[in-house]
């Protein structure tokens, strides 16, 4: 049976704090058939944590599981624990939609509301969350798109459409977006995979600097990436045909990817397996 905790306030005294996330026994299962098992993990504020591992092994199930999303999904099923700081997100009386205030995502393609207008695109999830003060859109939205290093290329055309953009300034978007609810936690779903280089380079800029101020979870099968903007990286993996992914190793990322203690760690990292 779930926990019972006190409903979680949105908008916290603490709201620019970034919040720590412990996932402590965690199997996600779709249909009864585990995707990943047995997860306890720690995420710490104001880092990048990178999840990497072969296609297939839970990596994005165990990204959703951090924001409630893997039970969006039908037949989707999770024991165990996600820890917001001290509160389990899968307690019975915690809201969903106010978790999802707190902990941010983006996925791997571009999601902008693709007629709506730039500047309506990053209120968008406000106005879900919370009613704004007549005279404060103007400031929100420009401290937004200027977290997304977006401002300067968009100030001048915010009322065109989101879809108008090139894909990485729709991915660039789509950050100011969940910025905007000012999140704690941010989580990123392979989002540099549809981007061209230079889109990619842009957005690893991105990460670096609001690691300053947020938790920031990132998927990505780009092991230089990973290596690049991450401070402590996780690797998982399928040990056999048919099993549920499983966390192999964590740590500093660049222990992982120099002296791995894990022989699988290793054998991913060179490319020995894929």
């Not at 006190?6 to 908008?11: C, F, G, T």
């Not at 779709?30 to 306890?40: L, S």
């Not at 290329?153 to 009322?159: G, P, Y």
């Amino acid at each position: 049976m779930p926990t019972t905790a006190p409903p979680l306030d949105p908008y916290p005294a603490s709201r620019f704090a970034p919040a720590r996330i412990d996932v402590v026994d965690l199997t996600a299962s779709y249909r009864g058939r585990p995707a990943v098992a047995d997860v306890n993990l720690t995420v710490e504020p104001r880092q990048v944590t990178a999840l990497i591992g072969p296609s297939g092994c839970g990596k994005s199930t165990l990204l959703r599981c951090m924001n409630g999303m893997h039970l969006m999904a039908p037949h989707a099923s999770v024991t165990g624990k996600v820890l917001l700081d001290d509160t389990d997100i899968y307690a019975e009386r915690v809201n969903p939609v106010e978790i999802r205030a707190r902990v941010g995502m983006v996925f791997q393609r571009p999601t902008p509301f693709l007629t709506m207008s730039i500047r309506d695109n990053v209120l968008a999830g406000l106005r879900l969350g919370r009613r704004l003060r007549r005279g404060s859109h103007d400031d929100l939205v420009e401290q937004a798109l200027t977290k997304a290093g977006l401002w300067k290329e968009v100030k001048n055309r915010l009322k065109a459409p989101g879809g108008g953009l090139s894909g990485g300034q729709q991915q660039r978007l789509c950050i100011a977006r969940a910025l905007a609810v000012e999140p704690e936690i941010l989580l990123m779903d392979e989002p540099c995979s549809a981007l061209d280089p230079i889109s990619t380079l842009v957005i690893e800029d991105l990460i670096k600097e609001i690691k300053e101020t947020y938790t920031v979870v990132i998927v990505t099968h780009n092991m230089q990436q990973a290596a690049r903007v991450s401070d402590t990286t996780a690797f998982l993996t399928v040990q056999a045909a048919g099993e549920p992914g499983r966390l192999i190793e964590v740590g500093p990322t660049e222990q992982i990817f120099n002296t791995p203690q894990q022989q699988a760690t290793e054998d991913y990292i060179s490319g020995k397996v894929g």
